[in-house]
């Protein structure tokens, strides 16, 4: 979907040092406001209870859930997240390279001796398995390097995602010789999903940059912030830009909160979209794969298929953060120090050029679910068959993008 779209970044790591960027002590756990019901036994527990911070999500005119594709037919999530694959496949070494050096699986297990593993925005597979996968062998790897003599831990891995998103698939295609216990964990992880201190380690790739909610003020006409025809904020105004990023800092703000409660000492791996420091939101590639959707609604309200209130509307509730804007998320909570922080190229994971029909179906597969909601399935559809018939121009169009570095990939560490 959507971030992958910074997939086809071609090459240029941009390593940011992060041991000096952060520096404070860990914020009072006590002063942190949500509260998890639900049992990590439960196989799938509901999360009943909302922040206060949440409370308005659904009065937003986008809703809070956005659903991947489900099922395996042609427009699935499943056989058409190839552009995530490559973003995971990219982070893999560093995932390993991670747990070799940072997880200290000695003090996790020294009280049980299960490792609690999450993947959090894991939709509907096979992504979430391959990572789990590897995750899993390379702590057994640590585990035999290390010659360690006390008992191999077992595994519980729980997979989030809304409560919308397709379980049943996700569920029936679990790998069957999988070495861990499996379990669903619906809801929004903008919120505690987990009891206290029972995480060891969290991984999400693909997923943080969605937003909560739609940015206040984009749909208030009287608003400097209403962003009237488009549906994103690549070409918009600063005033535009300037929501997007207030929500995205006050997500952030409750993501780390409910993770910081939630490991108690442990490892957490982030891999999103990104805008490198320094380049304009213009050339955020999939900025302008949104504005390449948004091109073709303004057809149709032009053709008299649908009207202009409709569009003006809608906006997506999607960001990508520089790196200098997370490290300042991270540094503000101070629960976690900053391992490491790289941007990456997943294109490399990519054989041959970027294809645009697949690009566009990867896209539908990711967004259909939240531009259906608000338009209804025709008008959607007729979006991107019109989309697919413009696939040259959209070429064209990335190729003068800027698409360097446009992944972020970050370890956490619970102080
Ligand atoms: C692009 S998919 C990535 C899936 C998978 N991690 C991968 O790499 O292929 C993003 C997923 O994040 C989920 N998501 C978005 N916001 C979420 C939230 N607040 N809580 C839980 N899941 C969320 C979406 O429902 C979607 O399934």
């Known amino acids: 979907m959507v971030m992958s779209e910074c997939n086809i970044i071609p090459l240029i790591n941009y390593l940011v040092n992060p041991g000096n960027i952060l520096s404070s002590d860990c914020d009072s756990v006590e002063n942190f406001a949500y509260k998890a019901k639900g049992s990590l036994n439960s196989q799938v527990s509901e999360r009943d209870t909302q922040s206060s911070e949440m409370s308005d999500i659904h009065s937003a005119s986008v809703p809070e859930s ?11 999530y499943a056989k058409n997240s190839v552009y995530q694959k490559a973003a995971s496949d990219v982070a893999k070494e560093m995932i390993d390279e991670a747990i070799a050096e940072k997880l200290e699986i000695k003090i996790l297990t020294a009280t049980s001796n299960t490792l609690r593993i999450a993947d959090l925005g894991c939709a509907v597979g096979p992504n979430t398995f391959m990572t789990m996968q590897n995750v899993l062998q390379a702590i057994e790897r640590k585990y035999q390097n290390q010659d360690l003599t006390f008992k191999k831990p077992e595994f519980n891995v729980f997979f989030n995602d809304h409560a919308a998103n397709d379980f049943n698939t996700l569920f029936a295609s679990l790998p069957p010789d999988r070495q861990y216990f499996a379990a669903g964990v619906p809801g929004s992880f903008h919120g505690r999903l987990f009891p206290e201190s029972s995480l ?18 984009l749909l208030d006409k009287n608003s400097p912030a209403w962003n009237n025809r488009r549906i994103f904020y690549t070409t918009a105004s600063n005033e535009v830009f300037n929501a997007y990023e207030a929500q995205f800092i006050k997500d952030m ?18 891999n999103l979209p990104a805008l490198p420091d320094g380049i304009h939101r213009s050339q955020l590639p999939f900025g302008l794969l949104f504005d390449f959707l948004a091109s073709s609604l303004r057809d149709m309200v032009n053709e008299g298929l649908m009207n202009e209130a409709q569009l003006d509307s809608f906006n997506l509730p999607v960001y990508a953060p520089s790196p200098k804007e997370m490290a300042l998320q991270v540094e503000r909570n101070g629960c976690f120090s900053v391992e490491r922080m790289e941007l990456t190229d997943p294109a490399s994971k990519i054989n041959g050029p970027v294809d645009a029909r697949k690009l566009i179906m990867h896209l539908r597969a990711g967004t259909e679910g939240v531009f259906s909601k608000h338009f209804g399935h025709e008008i959607v559809a007729e979006m991107f068959e019109r989309c697919l018939g413009k696939s040259a121009k959209l070429s064209s169009l990335l190729e003068s993008s800027n698409m360097k570095g446009a992944q972020l990939f970050l370890v956490l560490k619970r102080k």
């Open 200 to 217: 060891h380690l969290v991984h999400s790739s693909q997923a943080l940059q969605w937003l909560s909610k739609v940015p206040e003020g």
């Open 253 to 270: 703000e409750v993501f780390l909160k409910a993770r910081a409660e939630e490991i108690a000492v442990g490892l957490m791996v982030l």
């Open 66 to 76: 956005f659903p991947m594709n489900g099922g395996d037919g042609p427009y699935s």
